[in-house]
């Protein structure tokens, strides 16, 4: 059974980096096909797909967030994760990893983790 | 690029029908045949119920349904039960590797 998993501080100050990482189990996060996704949810909001990124370490992002987000990923780990620069109050959100496959958007999700960016 | 556009809240009675929109523009809702749906619980991680407009992963009822006409997408809940009270979201493919949601709409079960 495949699973993903959150981890990361639940408090960031502002001005600093948002750091999280996704824990891939149950499956090869070097299977072809997958793209490995961050996806947030700002409090009693929608969601805000943040960027995802291939294997082999091709990535895509939110053009909206895209002069301030990076996302890696650490093979060895079965670990995929995100940084966010220069965060503020409006970062503060629910962050989700989910898997992309092929036409078949986010079928799977962590079960998100909560970020608050305050001093 | 703004988020698709989706009514804030919609409900039902049991056994009724309910009926979700999902508007965007020409450059995504209507470009691509990529608009997925997705239902949250409270305190849950979303969960797929359609992805390439109409097709249902293995696992989830056919009381759900989708379609598209132009720049609107649609979902429908068929036999409307307690358990689907929950926050609906719509995802369209706005090309070049980019993905819009919409804001969400929350189902009442009446």
């Known amino acids: 059974q495949v699973q993903l998993q959150e981890s990361g501080p639940g408090l960031v100050k502002p001005s600093q980096t948002l750091s999280l990482t996704c824990t891939v189990s149950?499956?090869?996060?070097?299977?072809?096909?997958?793209?490995w996704s961050w996806i947030r949810q700002h409090p009693g909001k929608g969601l805000e797909w943040i960027g995802y990124?291939?294997?082999?370490?091709?990535?895509y992002y939110n053009p909206s967030l895209q002069s301030r987000v990076s996302i890696s990923v650490d093979t060895s780990k079965s670990q995929f994760s995100l940084n966010l620069r220069s965060v503020t109050a409006a970062d503060t959100a629910v962050y989700f990893c989910?898997?992309?496959?092929?036409?078949?958007?986010?079928?799977?999700w962590g079960r998100g983790t909560l970020v608050t960016v305050s001093s | 690029q703004s988020a698709l556009t989706q009514p804030p809240s919609a409900s039902g009675s049991p056994g009724q029908s309910v009926t979700i929109s999902c508007t965007g523009t020409s450059s995504d809702v209507g470009a691509f045949e990529y608009v997925s749906w997705y239902q949250q619980h409270p305190g849950k991680a979303p969960q797929l119920l359609i992805f390439e407009v109409s097709k249902r992963p293995s696992g989830v009822p056919d009381r759900f349904s989708g379609s598209k006409s132009g720049n609107t997408a649609s979902l429908t809940v068929s036999g409307l039960q307690a358990e689907d009270e929950a926050d609906y979201y719509c995802?369209?493919?706005?090309?070049?590797?980019?993905?819009?949601f919409g804001g969400g709409t929350t189902v009442t079960v009446l």
């Open positions: 995802c369209a493919y706005a090309g070049s590797n980019r993905w819009l």
């Open positions: 990124i291939y294997y082999s370490g091709t990535t």
């Open positions: 149950g499956a090869f996060i070097t299977s072809g096909g997958y793209y």
């Open positions: 989910a898997r992309y496959y092929g036409g078949i958007p986010f079928d799977l």
